[in-house]
């Protein structure tokens, strides 16, 4: 099976991923990571205005098989969060790239995320 | 296959091996040694520690007795309990358990079934704490309960938690009665401690919460207001909707502690604006000489991925019939690992089924009628003792749930033991209070209990 891997975004080996949109950058988690986990039934997600390190649990996604903590991947202050994923935690996996995103936060795309062809082979 | 059948089918095992392996580890004898040898170590007793004092020296030190000589020897001991009754109450309540409870729940599949959550196996068990849990819902008008805490104090101590986990901002004051029985203070004080809370009390007045005491205590770090209704002296609380609106001013979450016979007559949790409910449901199904708890923990819907303990839910067979099973286990221990928000991974469910078919064979009518027997007995009773010089009771002008707080002319000390001399035990709870209660099972002892009062305070 192949999976959505947007040519214009940036990840992780914990399979998020990251939008730099300027001024600030989006966080989710990829199509790989959604079909990993199954039927995505919860969400938890940090607090607007909450400061985290690169790296930190951050928020939490739970699917019918599983727990997973999501660690941000840019340090920096949360400026916006997807509360429709709490109402509809199904939006990441039908759209995880797109309406399904998590959180934004302002800090830098850091220097050591992947790109998209550095994913793919990650998940290949 | 055991040890045992393994060593003979291998045919490797003399009599001495199979001696020597124990019927709870799978290990063979010569996985052992293999063990011992990949470590360096001569025998596994190498691999313990234990102090020469405390280690078994082959001795039992029991002496030995035919069944005959046992039962008669306890039956003797037991002949030496004081046969006295008891009108002591304050979290331990008689009421009669219907035969029907103990018949139901002693057969096999229930009293010894290991385990009952497993969906495959268990249905009938799953299917009676789903009632359980559909009682509490009625009883409370919340919109969730779990299967069972351990008792009221565990229940309280994780709503404590649960309270200041779903808090936007950051609190560590909980506020409780200063009436509250002190083994509920003492496991929230164990929770209040690991969850970097305090708890504060605040005072009642006539057995009721002071609600302008209450409101100067309350601030923004205030993560829980609990009450109880009805409260350790008996008292029904009347000012629920004041506390619950004062609560939920300061973001704080309103916790109610009650028992479901009570709730059968009380206004609805849900309605006085209660977030959680807790309190002991053993008061039905179990009698008070078994000094279990069954903690009852309701909340609103907004808490469901925090409620601590199991819940059991409805789901559907492949072939499309209704089937019940333990669900939302990702918010546990043996699941979510170290980042579960509770530790308990059980509950009481014996006791809960219990508690289930007691209740169901009361039925809505039942359980009410005996809520107002709570009520109407405990005033009776109260009138009557208040008609004996140096006797008020009761000491608090409210209405009464079971029992209440007499006031004495004597020290409270003497009256209860002079009490005790003459077959009748009642709580002495201050220097000149005495606390009484009352239900269907002690109630024909009244009499006795108002003369022998009267004699007491001549």
Known sequence: MTYETPDELRYTDSHEWIDDRGDARRIGITDFAQDELGDVVFVELPAEGESLESGAACAVVESIKAVSDIYTPVSGTVTATNDAVLDQPELLNTDPYGEGWLFEIDGQVPEDALDADEYREQIE | ?458
């Not at chain 2, 209660?274 to 309701?298: E, K, P, R, W």
């Not at chain 2, 000491?395 to 001399?421: I, N």
């Not at chain 2, 269907?440 to 009267?454: C, I, M, Q």
Request: aromatic share 6%; proline share 3%.
């Open chain 2, 1 to 458: 296959m055991t040890t045992m059948q393994r060593i003979q089918h291998d045919g490797t095992g003399g009599s001495h091996e199979a001696d020597e392996s124990s019927p709870f580890a799978p290990q063979t004898p010569q996985e052992v040694e293999a063990m011992l040898s990949a470590i360096g170590a001569d025998s596994v007793e190498e691999l313990f520690d234990v102090p020469e004092a405390v280690a078994f020296d082959g001795e039992f030190d029991i002496e030995a007795k035919s069944e005959f000589e046992v039962v008669t020897e306890i039956e003797d001991l037991l002949g030496r309990n004081a046969d006295r009754t008891e009108f002591l109450g304050r979290g331990h309540y008689d009421h009669y358990v219907p035969s029907v409870v103990d018949y139901l729940s002693l057969r096999s599949e229930f009293l010894t079934s290991y385990t009952q959550y497993q969906p495959e196996t268990s249905q009938g068990f799953l299917q009676a704490l789903f009632e359980f849990q559909s009682m509490i819902v009625e009883l409370t008008g919340l919109d969730v309960a779990n299967c069972s805490m351990y008792d009221a104090a565990t229940a309280l101590g994780e709503a404590a938690a649960l309270a200041a986990r779903v808090r936007d901002t950051s609190g560590s004051r909980v506020l409780v009665p200063e009436t509250i029985r002190s083994e509920r203070r003492s496991v929230l004080e164990n929770y209040a401690d690991g969850a970097e809370l305090t708890v504060e009390t605040y005072p009642l007045v006539d057995g009721n919460t002071d609600f302008d005491a209450l409101s100067d205590r309350i601030g923004e770090d205030v993560v829980m207001v609990y009450a109880e209704s009805p409260t350790a002296r008996g008292t029904i609380e009347e000012r629920l909707s004041d506390v619950a609106a004062l609560a939920d001013e300061h973001e704080a979450a309103f916790c109610l502690g009650s028992d479901p016979v009570a709730l059968a007559l009380l206004e609805e949790p849900a309605a006085v604006g209660a977030d959680i409910v807790i309190g002991d449901a053993s008061v039905l199904g179990l009698s008070a000489s078994h000094g279990m708890g069954l903690g009852l923990f309701a909340v609103k819907e907004g808490y469901l991925r925090q409620v601590p303990g199991r819940l059991v839910g409805t789901s559907e067979t492949a072939d499309g019939r209704r089937a019940y099973t333990l669900t939302l286990q990702t918010r546990e221990q043996h699941i979510r690992k170290e980042r579960a928000t509770s530790n308990i991974c059980t509950n009481q469910a014996w006791v809960a089924l219990r508690t289930a078919i007691h209740v169901a064979s009361l039925g809505a009518t039942g359980l009410s009628s005996l809520a107002e027997e709570c009520v109407t007995r405990a005033a009776e009773t109260a009138a009557r003792l208040d008609e004996i010089d140096g006797v008020s009771a009761p000491a608090d002008d409210r209405h009464h749930f079971r029992e209440f707080v007499a006031r004495t002319e004597r020290p409270a000390a003497e009256v209860a033991s002079e009490l005790a001399d003459r077959g009748f035990l009642v709580h002495e709870v201050g220097e000149y209070e005495i606390q009484v209660c009352v239900t269907e099972t002690n109630s024909g002892e009244v009499d006795d209990l108002v003369a022998a009062v009267r004699e007491v305070l001549v």
